[in-house]
Nanobody, 121 residues
């Protein structure tokens, strides 16, 4: 069992940056790939980025490639999402998830409650 708690969301102007964190409980964190998803009002939840357990592999949605960076610190049971050059269309509730490495939400078994990111124009 893994419990995930996101933090770091907030209100930022377009062009600004935010760093999200996701703290995981349990000693099995290292067994899981980690992903970030987001859901905007009235839209389906969508994949943002993922990282393998060893950090050797990462995936990014085309919409965030070159602006967002995922990383993890297995010693701290934490995964990070550095978001730069934010756009109003990045506004969403951001979730972290633990599971198998991939882009589909079905591949992730554990989910956090989400942290809100709002980008003003």
């Amino acid at each position: 069992q893994v419990q995930l708690v996101e933090s770091g969301g907030g209100l930022v102007q377009a062009g600004g940056s935010l760093r999200l964190s996701c703290a995981a409980s349990g000693r099995t964190f290292i067994r899981y790939a980690m992903g970030w998803f987001r859901q905007a009002p009235g839209k389906e939840r969508e994949f943002v980025t993922a990282i393998s357990w060893s950090s050797a592999m990462t995936l990014y949605a085309d919409s965030v490639k070159g602006r967002f960076t995922i990383s993890r610190d297995n010693a701290k049971n934490t995964v990070y999402l550095q978001m730069n050059t934010l756009k109003p269309e990045d506004t969403a509730l951001y979730y972290c998830a633990a599971g198998r490495y991939g882009t589909g939400s079905y591949e992730y078994d554990y989910w956090g409650q989400g942290t809100q990111v709002t980008v003003s124009s």
